[in-house]
């Protein structure tokens, strides 16, 4: 299996803290990616990024922000969690010139 | 911009009956298309890809997807089902001159003994 980790699997937070997720590859891969998934709607895209300090949007990026400064790790951070953030959220990466992506296992995160 | 449509939302099949799952894209040009399934509590995990080439496309599992540039689909299809194919499925979309993918809201398998 590829490596890649996120970190933790299961949270529970409250209303109005900050939370950071964090996904680890061992993979040395290029891209990286943070969607969240909710029941209908499939998995969204967050953020990503195309490699270390370049980052950008994707589809529903308000209420997010992400840094990544190494190849290696790749933050997703909720600056003041809100009940619509419960989600579980997917990390996944990809090779440069293979489409197709590896994803972590999850991080399923409450938001009370 | 690419969408994905997977327009059965929830299906029940009998072990060792047939399987298809459709999925429908919107996009431009030729994109890369790929089936995910993600048993309960677990990542995703990818059962086949198509880029190019022959439209006929084998996976894991014993999956099968059938390219269809007219139709707009890429259906996925396994001719016998076993009760560890409960799961649910994505179909999945990108550009070819992009990695990022665009997901289907997935479709839920039921498998029933």
């Known amino acids: 299996d590829a490596g890649i980790t996120q970190s933790p699997r299961h949270k529970v937070t409250e209303t109005g803290t900050p939370v950071t997720l964090r996904c680890h590859q061992t993979?040395?891969?290029?891209?990286m990616y943070w969607y969240r998934q909710d029941p209908g709607h499939g998995l969204r895209l967050i953020h990503y990024?195309?490699?270390?300090?370049?980052?950008d949007k994707g589809e529903v990026s308000d209420g997010y922000s992400v840094s990544r400064s190494k190849t290696e790790d790749f933050l997703l951070t909720l600056e003041s969690a809100t009940s619509s953030q419960t989600s579980v959220y997917f990390c996944?990466?990809?090779?440069?010139?293979?489409?197709?992506?590896?994803f972590g296992s999850g991080t399923r995160l409450t938001v009370v | 911009a690419q969408s994905v449509t997977q327009p059965d939302i929830h299906i029940t099949v009998s072990e060792g009956a047939s399987l298809e799952l459709r999925c429908n894209y919107s996009?431009?040009?030729?994109?890369?298309l790929f089936w995910y399934v993600q048993s309960p509590g677990q990542g995703l995990q990818l059962l086949l890809k198509y880029f190019s080439g022959d439209t006929l496309v084998q996976g894991i599992k014993g999956f099968e997807a059938e390219f269809k540039r007219s139709q707009s689909s890429f259906n996925l299809r396994k001719p016998s089902v076993h009760w560890s194919d409960a799961a649910e499925y994505f179909c999945a979309v990108g550009p070819s001159n992009d990695y990022k993918l665009s997901f289907g809201a997935g479709t839920t398998v039921t498998v029933r003994a």
């Open positions: 993979e040395n891969h290029r891209y």
């Open positions: 990024s195309y490699g270390v300090k370049d980052t």
């Open positions: 996009y431009g040009a030729t994109p890369y």
């Open positions: 996944a990466i990809s090779e440069d010139r293979e489409p197709g992506y590896t």
